[in-house]
Structures are given as structure tokens and as C-alpha cells.
């Protein structure tokens, strides 16, 4: 299985800042130059949501202070300027190859 | 809107069985497949398998498979999961969502989640 290793555990951001949220995948989840790497949001107490997917497609109605990016294994959700709605866990998903596969999420609060 | 509503919350014993319900609305049902994904505090989203709204051909992740059963009612757009030989592993909030298959493999669109309880 393809295992996705999520950095930070959490982090706290302060308003108006930046946050990244990285996820390392064990090996590559490209398919005909697409990186089928995808993003979610959950907020305390609710479903998750779709943020960004294949790497760097925003959902419709995801704001552009949300986008996606890779270097190599390793895919970086940056958030900026980071609001007081964004306090949520963030999961990053790949969809190459089956079983689909989550990280362990990353905890994004407000300083 | 699209739109994934499910059944309630289950409270059931061990070794029985439960089955929950997820019925979509606001889409075509079958253009797109339901995926069903496990939410725990320590193993965080797994994800159970899938089932072909159309054909109800159906995935599933290994380790759910004989644990979880996917099926699907074309004519009453709903899909539906059962758990068996329940135990106090299986305790767990179960999300189903709408499958992109074709566009890279995530979910657009969740249900609210069903809180499963296993416990004598």
C-alpha cells in the first residue's frame, strides 16, 4: 500500500500567516503526469471536504488562499492568509492505486 | 445540491450485524460511484471499498474484505453497507461519499457520517 506520511502532527498559525502542511508519499502516485494526490478539510464536528485535487485543481467554491504543490514525493497544501474558518484537520489522499490511501492528518490551529 | 444523507446512529452487540443506508439526491445516480470510508481516533479515514452505482460491480480495500458488503437500490438511489461479526474494533464513524473514478479517485461530496457503537 501506498503509505502517505503527514508533517506536521499540528501547527499554530497566526491569523493573516502562512501554513503549510506537507505530505510524503512512500512512493509515486503519478499516472500519465498527473499527481493523484488530493486534499480535504475537516472541521471539528463535521464531514470532510475536498479542497484540492490531482495535486493542484481547487474544488469549485475553494478559495485561492488554498492551493497545492509538489517537489518530488513530497506535496505541500498552503494555506495564506490563513483565516479563523481554516481551524480544521487536513488530510491529504492518493488515488493511483488501490487501496486509496489517507495520511494521519495535521491539526491547523490559530496562535 | 448534491446531496448524501444517512441513516442513524447504531448501537449493536458483538458478533451481529448492522446495515446502514446512504441515499443521494441533487445527481444522477448512477453517473457516479459511492464509496464507503471508515473514520476512527487512532487509524484515522480508511477506505472500505467502492460500489458501481450502475453495474453494482464492487472494490474493496483487503482488510475490509468479509467485514463489509456493498450493495446498491438503483430505484431508490441508495447504497447501502453492512458490517458483520461486529466487534469492538468496528466502533467507528462510516462516511459514504460520492466516487470521482475517472478524474484522479477522491471524493467530492460526503454524507454526515454514522456513528457504529459495538458493545455488549
Known amino acids: 500500500n501506498i503509505v502517505l506520511t503527514q508533517s506536521p502532527a499540528s501547527l499554530a498559525v497566526i491569523l493573516g500567516q502562512k501554513a503549510t502542511i506537507s505530505c510524503t508519499a512512500s512512493e509515486s502516485v503519478n499516472k500519465f503526469g498527473i499527481n493523484l494526490m488530493h486534499w480535504y478539510q475537516q472541521k471539528p464536528g463535521q464531514l470532510p471536504k475536498i479542497l484540492i485535487y490531482?495535486?493542484?485543481s481547487r474544488a469549485p467554491g475553494i478559495p485561492a488562499r488554498f492551493s497545492g504543490d509538489e517537489a518530488e514525493l513530497n506535496f505541500t497544501l498552503t494555506i495564506e492568509p490563513v483565516e479563523a474558518d481554516d481551524v480544521a484537520t487536513y488530510y491529504c489522499q492518493q488515488g493511483l492505486t488501490f487501496p486509496l490511501t489517507f495520511g494521519s492528518g495535521t491539526k491547523l490551529e490559530i496562535k | 445540491q448534491v446531496q448524501l444523507q444517512q441513516s442513524g446512529a447504531e448501537l449493536a452487540k458483538p458478533g451481529s450485524s448492522v446495515k446502514i443506508s446512504c441515499k443521494a439526491s441533487?445527481?444522477?445516480?448512477?453517473?457516479?460511484?459511492i464509496s464507503w470510508i471508515k473514520q476512527t481516533t487512532g487509524q484515522g479515514l480508511e477506505y472500505i471499498g467502492y460500489?458501481?452505482?450502475?453495474?453494482?460491480?464492487?472494490n474493496y480495500n483487503e482488510k475490509f474484505k468479509g467485514k463489509a458488503t456493498l450493495t446498491v437500490d438503483k430505484s431508490s438511489s441508495t447504497a447501502f453497507m453492512q458490517l458483520s461479526s461486529l466487534t469492538p474494533d468496528d466502533s467507528a464513524v462510516y462516511y459514504c461519499?460520492?466516487?470521482?473514478?475517472?478524474?484522479?479517485?477522491?471524493?467530492?461530496?460526503w454524507g454526515q457520517g454514522v456513528m457504529v457503537t459495538v458493545s455488549s
Open positions: 441533487g445527481y444522477t445516480f448512477t453517473s457516479y460511484y
Open positions: 490531482n495535486e493542484f
Open positions: 460500489i458501481n452505482t450502475g453495474s453494482g460491480g464492487t
Open positions: 461519499a460520492r466516487y470521482r473514478s475517472g478524474s484522479g479517485h477522491y471524493f467530492d461530496y
